[in-house]
Each structure stands twice: as C-alpha cells, then as structure tokens.
C-alpha cells in the first residue's frame, strides 16, 4: 500500500482532536466512521478523555498501540506543528490536515504552512491539505472527512467505480452529493485544500492505479504537473478535469506574437488534448461526463448514427454531432434498404434515422431499427432520442436499448428529453442497463465526445528534452542569423543577403531577379511593416533610395528575393510552465486579429504538424475555397515539424516567431524571424556572419 493510498486503503485511522461534543468538527470522522462501518482501527486521539463515543482514547498518537496508516488532524493552527511531530515520532505515513489558517489567510500563514509541510518531509510522511474536507473511500469505509454530505439522514452512498478528487473540499464533496443524486457512484471523494504537499493530480494519478476505477473525475485550481498529467494519462483509465481561472495569464511578453496568443490555458488546453484527457467547462458537464465514464463500452471511432422519435431531436442531434467534432455517419447502402422496410414512409431513413412516434403504436420499431445501425461497420456510437414518452412505452425503449447495446457492444447513449414524472422508473432502468442518459441531444453528444477522446488511440506523447540542452542562437540573434539556422534545419527561406550600400543594393536587386523586398535588420525592432522597415517590389532603380530610407532606422538592411503568392501562416515556440509549446495559425500581420491557433507541447508526434492546420478554423483556406487553389499543406506540417526538432537544444526562456511562413502551391518559405528570451551559450552555428542566406526551396 502506497502512503497516499492510505486515504481509501487505511487498515487504521487516527483522529487528532476527537471529540464527544455535538456539533463539533473533531465527532464528525467518529461519527461516521462507526456509522458507515469501517473495519478498521479506530484510534481517537484527546488527552481529556479515556474514551470517545465508545472508542478507547489516546493523550497523544505517540501513545497509540501498533501502527497508524492514516492520521486526520483536526486541531486549531497553532497546534498543527506539535501534532505532525507527534505523527512522525510515531512513524505515521500520512496525515489529512483538515485545520484552516494557513496559506489561505495570508503570509503568515504560509510561513506556518510551509514549516509543517518541511517538518512532515523531513520525518518521511506526506501531508494532504491543510485547510481541507478530508477523503472517503467508501468500499473500505474509510471516511476519513467531517463533510456535512455523510451527516444526512439517508445518503444513496454504495460501492462504486468513479473517483472525485477537489482541491477545493466543498466543492467536491457538493459535486458528490449532485453525482448521488443523479444515480452516479462515486467510490472515492478526496479533497486536498491547498495542495501544500500532496497535490489533487498525484491523488488522482494514485488512484489510476486502482483496479476498479472506471473514471477520473478533478477539479484543479493550481496548474498543473505535466510530468504527473503525462503519468496520469498513461495509465489508461478515463480523466476528466475542471481546471478554474481560464483567464489570461499576465507577464507574457507582448514582443511575441506567439507568446501573446498562447496563454497558460490555451496551453493547457493542448496539453490535454494531446494526453487525451478531457476538459469540462462546470460541474454539470463533469457529471455528464461522469455517467459516461461509467460504461465500459467504447467507441471504435468518432461516427455516430442517430435514431430518434422526433424529428426536432434529430436535427439537434446532428448540429451537436459537428459542434463537437464528431462525425455523422454515411450508413452503408445495405443498411438504408434495411431501414426503407422498417421506417414508416412520412419518416427518415437517412443518418439521423426517424422512426416517428409510431413507435408508440409498435414497439418493435426500435428493435429492428437498432438491429440495423448496431450490424453498420460505419457506425461507431449510436444516440437514441426520444421525447414526452411515458410509462409503458419508455421501458419498452430501454429493453430495446439495453438488448442492442449488450448484442453489440457499441456504446449507446440516451437523450430522454422529458419530465422524470413521465417515466419515474426509466433513469433506475436505464442505468442498470448501462445507458448513459442525458436530457437534451446536445448534452448526449457532448459526453460521446468526451467518450472517443479518451478512447481514440494515440501514441504515448514523448518527454521533452527542450530547455535541457546549452545551445541556440544568441539573445537578439538577427533575421538573417536565424535563417541561416532554419535552412541548415531544412526549412526554406528566401534567397537573400544584407546589403552595404546604395550601390551594393541595386547589385542585390539584379542578383536576385530584378524585383526584391528590403527589410530592416535592427535589434529590438520586432514589428517592421508598422516601423516602415519593410518595402515590397524593390527595382533596381529604386534600390538606392530604398536602401537610405531602410537604412536610417539605424540598423542593416536585407534584401530577399518576393516570394510568389500563397497564405500566410505565423510560426512560434516559447517557453511555458507546462514545458516548451509550439503554435501554429493563420494571420501573417492579422495574427492577433484572426485568433485563429493551435497549440501543442513539444516534442511532436509524428503527422501532429497536420492535425494542428487541421484544427484551424481557417483550414479551408489552406486546402483551397471560392475557386482559389489549394496550397501545400504538408510542406507546411513539414515546416512544423523541422522547426520543432530545430528548437529541441536550445535553452529554456526563448520565443522564436516566424512570421510570416508563406504556404505555396508548392512548398512554404519563412518569411520573417525573430527571437527573444534570455541570454544562451552559442554554438559555432548560432555565431554565423549576418551575410549571404542561401536559398533552401524557396519560391519566387
């Protein structure tokens, strides 16, 4: 048995601070600790008493006979220290801090809160909380919690197999209380407060381990570790978190683009995408999510048929299915003749499929109609609507639901859009028959979503190596620097040099084709079209007069070959808390504007360079619309990926941007670079002259 593992595991529970006094927060684990039946070792620890409700008493738990697995602290703050030396003189491996007045109520406290957390490491024992509910784990009875859900007269507490765990404890445990009410079965309920030690993700990662669990359900208010999110998540078992403050983050340096558009949530949005954990927006979607966690069937894929009794349902159904990234399935020719039989005419046999409400003149319409979707090899998931039915006709639906979903192993879920007092036995029904129910079409959809994210197989998402390395260009390194760096890495980018002089500038002119574009190269200034640093079309005979009005911002100035017409994409990576994060999206100078990113920790996984142009919501425009041609996705995927192997040994603390990076008919040349962040050793690459960039596939 692990030390956190105590927390549903204990084999013996010490209470610091049990009382006899109603109301008081020390009689509340006693309390339910003998009610709910734990099997284990009830040590009180009050040094006025001999006894407490029954229990023999301890002054200290030094003087406690055989060993303590899990110690509940529930003594006022400024006797916290002295009870946590007491747990480590008596070699105690956990103890749940349940007394406020720490980190929460200002430096102080934190001060204190700090001491007690050393002085548990020190003595080998892991501290959960302070300033917290407690835990429960309800198969071993362990309720080690003083939350006023278990003081209720009747609480529909049983054995189940999902697991809650809150940083913040009333919100967790009234979360609990909602997913009992709703026939959920939450088996574990842990709160950690202010996560000073053992953090809500390690007691999740703990549980992950447990061979029961069906579901992982957390709320988070601190950011995560993605080292325990990338342990969490490989353990297989379904997660779902509520992370608050999606907010942005301040600090982010307003010099990168990139660095702007990608804020600690988008981030941690990404993250979890790629780990395959899912992200919920409030406690309601949590429980939706929940009850599909639930279910042990799981999707082959994301295409999903529909049957409905309404046609309204339908509709609803499919607009949810495109909302959320699902896909509507095209059923087989087959399957259509075999509906076109069963379906009464005035009906629809196309995906979604209406059997109309004659099914309430025959019953069989769902079977057979379920037959046919559950035998398509083109659908994965199948969602059943049906409004306003009652009695009788509901529990035929759920027979036929409950004999098609066990015949053919497909997931199914139930948007039963009416009163509960229609059918007061069909929620009872529907779960012992393993059918996630939800009350409206978009709320099924959206927990079948969740159910492919966690189900669609991914490979393991590997470690990051960037930051650890010591070389990269230097801080401030120049445009013509960085291209020499990307074209070494494979990445085209235009053909260019700086140029010395006026005369020297008509000479790059001719050189480069006649035409060419001057940039200025002056450290510092990140946003040259703005500035006047920028001139497209460049002839020779302007060259010289180009040359002096680039030249009088006070830097060099570059000349490159144009570059044909394409779309513009920008390019970045910076530093995050979670690790190094690339960012891709449509824009060039409206990157701001247009909003339009997608994010992923590095490394990449191979083809992840296309399943980011993928997400944009500007996709079309890559592949092509309104008689425009397409242009070369994958060698802008390509260009991802090189600049995600470029960046791997460089240092942590950069942003490098690249825009724009122009996607041609064929092939994607970067435009613009530029870099910032901390000061970084140089490798002899990084320390090359700003003169001749050579061409590495670009387009003129």
């Known amino acids: 048995m692990s030390d956190i593992s105590a927390l549903w595991n204990a084999r013996s529970v010490a209470v610091i601070g049990a009382s006899e006094r109603p109301g008081a927060l020390g009689r509340k684990p006693m309390d339910y600790l003998l009610r709910y039946g734990y099997k284990g070792r009830i040590l009180p620890v009050n040094p006025r008493s001999e006894q407490i409700l029954g229990v023999p008493a301890y002054p200290s738990v030094r003087d406690v006979p055989g060993p303590v697995d899990l110690a509940l602290i529930m003594v006022a703050a400024d006797r916290v220290l002295g009870a946590v030396d007491d747990c480590v003189a008596a070699g105690v491996p956990l103890a749940v801090i349940a007394s406020s007045g720490f980190a929460e109520t200002g430096e102080e406290g934190a001060r204190l809160q700090a001491e007690v957390v050393a002085r548990a490491r020190a003595g080998n024992m892991r501290v959960i909380g302070p300033n917290c509910i407690g835990a429960v784990g309800y198969e071993n009875r362990v309720m080690a919690t003083f939350s006023p859900l278990f003081g209720a007269e009747e609480v529909p507490f049983e054995p189940g197999s999902l697991a809650f765990v809150?940083?913040?404890?009333?919100?967790?445990?009234?979360?609990?209380?909602?997913?009992?009410?709703?026939?959920?079965?939450?088996?574990?309920?842990?709160?950690?407060?202010?996560?000073?030690?053992?953090?809500?993700?390690?007691?999740?990662?703990?549980?992950?381990?447990?061979?029961?669990?069906?579901?992982?359900?957390?709320?988070?208010?601190?950011?995560?570790?993605?080292?325990?999110?990338?342990?969490?998540?490989?353990?297989?078992?379904?997660?779902?978190?509520?992370?608050?403050?999606?907010?942005?983050?301040?600090?982010?340096?307003?010099?990168?683009?990139?660095?702007?558009?990608?804020?600690?949530?988008?981030?941690?949005?990404a993250a979890l995408r790629q780990l395959g954990i899912v992200r919920v927006d409030d406690i309601d979607e949590l429980l939706d999510v929940a009850r599909v966690f639930e279910s042990e069937r799981r999707p082959a894929g994301n295409r999903v048929a529909v049957v409905t009794t309404s046609g309204g349902s339908g509709i609803l159904a499919a607009d949810a299915i495109e909302a959320e990234g699902l896909e509507l399935s095209t059923l087989e020719p087959q399957s259509k003749e075999a509906l076109a039989g069963i379906v009464p005419a005035f009906g629809a046999i196309d995906n979604p499929v209406d059997i109309t409400a004659t099914v309430l003149s025959d019953p069989t319409l769902f079977d057979r109609s379920l037959d046919v979707l559950i035998a398509d090899d083109s659908v994965d998931?199948?969602?059943?609507?049906?409004?306003?039915?009652?009695?009788?006709?509901?529990?035929?639906?759920?027979?036929?639901?409950?004999?098609?979903?066990?015949?053919?192993?497909?997931?199914i879920l139930v948007a039963r859009t009416g009163a509960d007092f229609l059918a007061p036995d069909a929620p009872r029904d529907l779960r012992e028959a393993g059918l996630p129910e939800y009350p409206t079409p978009a709320r099924a959809l959206r927990a079948a979503a969740a159910l492919w994210e966690v189900s669609r197989p991914r490979t393991a998402l590997p470690e990051a190596s960037v930051g650890a390395g010591t070389t990269g260009p230097l801080p401030g390194a120049t445009e013509p620097e960085l291209k020499r760096l990307l074209a070494d890495a494979g990445v085209a980018v235009p053909r260019g040099r700086t140029v010395t002089g006026p005369d020297d500038a008509v000479r790059a002119v001719e050189e480069l084709g006649g035409s060419a574009v001057f940039k200025a190269v002056v450290p510092g200034l990140l946003h040259k079209t703005e500035a006047g640093g920028v001139e497209v079309g460049v002839t020779a005979d302007g060259a010289a007069l180009a040359y002096a009005r680039i030249a009088a911002l006070g830097g060099d100035v570059l000349a490159e070959e144009v570059v044909g017409d394409g779309v513009e994409l920008i390019v970045g990576v910076h530093s995050s808390d979670l690790g190094p994060v690339l960012t891709a999206g449509l824009g060039g100078i409206f990157t701001e504007i247009l909003d339009d990113v997608a994010h992923r920790l590095l490394p990449l996984r191979p083809g992840e360079g296309a399943e980011m142009l993928a997400e944009l919501r500007g996709a079309k425009v890559l592949a092509g619309t309104r008689g425009r041609p397409g242009v070369d996705v994958a060698a802008a995927a390509d260009v991802l990926h090189r600049v995600a192997e470029l960046v791997q040994d460089w240092p942590q603390g950069f942003s490098l941007d690249l825009n724009p990076v122009r996607v041609l008919s064929q092939g994607a040349v970067v435009l613009d670079a530029a870099l910032t962040g901390p000061a970084a050793t140089a490798s002899a690459e990084a320390t090359v002259e700003a003169t001749a960039v050579p061409a590495a596939g670009g387009a003129r």
């Open 166 to 269: 809150s940083q913040s404890g009333a919100l967790g445990f009234g979360a609990a209380s909602l997913a009992l009410e709703r026939g959920l079965r939450p088996g574990w309920v842990v709160s950690t407060g202010n996560d000073a030690d053992v953090t809500a993700l390690e007691v999740l990662r703990e549980l992950s381990q447990e061979p029961s669990v069906s579901g992982l359900l957390g709320y988070l208010e601190d950011a995560p570790d993605i080292g325990t999110l990338r342990a969490l998540a490989g353990s297989g078992k379904p997660v779902a978190l509520l992370k608050s403050g999606r907010t942005e983050a301040g600090g982010r340096a307003a010099a990168s683009h990139t660095g702007a558009l990608a804020t600690d949530d988008r981030v941690l949005d």
């Open 381 to 411: 998931i199948i969602v059943a609507c049906f409004c306003v039915m009652a009695g009788p006709d509901v529990e035929k639906a759920v027979t036929s639901l409950a004999k098609a979903a066990e015949k053919g192993g497909k997931p």
